[in-house]
């Protein structure tokens, strides 16, 4: 439930401040934030990531299908796992995948108004959706590096999920036990067994004596 929040949240964000550059900045314009450093823009990608598959016309319907079917993907693996930062890092890369997806269903391009200057070298134009892939991805790099279990997360739709049931494991190692036990009593009884049972005791006779001399002196 957390995690369908932080990507509706994160999703309607991106929206909203597609919105306000849309509305206040003209295509093409730029509104100076820091000179020579940042500014913000109003850009229409077509494509990917640096403008990747911008040219063709079928571009942006390929980018789409791509888009659907890994959010749909990703939002499988999020019910699949238990791992919680494996659940946050595919929570930020949904929230963004599923914002500039609207962007191409809705307008035919994605929106981008984050634009840095570094001297002469432009950095490619990106967005709050563009953030929230890039720091997913780089949750789910270090995840991945540091946790090698989750490697064998079943993670897609044809992966089955095993469950331990560790009472099941329980109950089974007290059942074993229990079955050895009835073998050592059925089986041969040990020497210390035989010598308890065949052997007289030597502690009757002196108790039994005893015991006749302490009643016949209340007697007396």
Wanted: a negative charge; hydrophobic letters at 45%; proline letters at 3%.
């Amino acid at each position: 439930m957390v995690y369908t929040i932080i990507i509706i949240m994160m999703s309607i964000a991106d929206q909203i401040i597609k919105a306000v550059v849309n509305r206040h900045i003209g295509a093409g314009e730029s509104l100076v934030v820091i000179d020579r450093f940042f500014y913000l823009v109003n850009r229409k990608n077509t494509g990917a990531a640096w403008s990747f598959l911008a040219e063709p016309d079928w571009g942006i319907y390929f980018l789409s299908i791509v888009s659907a079917i890994i959010t749909v993907f990703l939002l499988i693996a999020i019910y699949r796992t238990s791992h919680q930062g494996l659940r946050l890092a595919l929570s930020l890369i949904s929230s963004g995948s599923i914002g500039n997806l609207i962007d191409r269903v809705r307008l035919g391009a994605v929106t981008d108004y984050l634009d840095f200057h570094f001297g002469s070298y432009v950095f490619p134009t990106f967005n709050l959706a563009d953030i929230l892939i890039v720091a997913g991805t780089g949750l789910l790099i270090i995840l991945m590096l540091t946790r090698h279990h989750l490697l064998d997360e079943p993670l897609l739709p044809w992966q089955k999920v095993v469950k331990t049931n560790d009472s099941s494991d329980t109950e089974s190692e007290t059942e074993n036990s229990y079955n050895e036990v009835l073998e050592n009593k059925d089986g041969k009884p040990d020497e210390i067994s035989i010598r308890q049972v065949s052997g007289p005791n030597p502690f009757i006779g002196k108790d039994h004596e005893h015991a006749e001399n302490s009643d016949s002196r209340r007697i007396l």
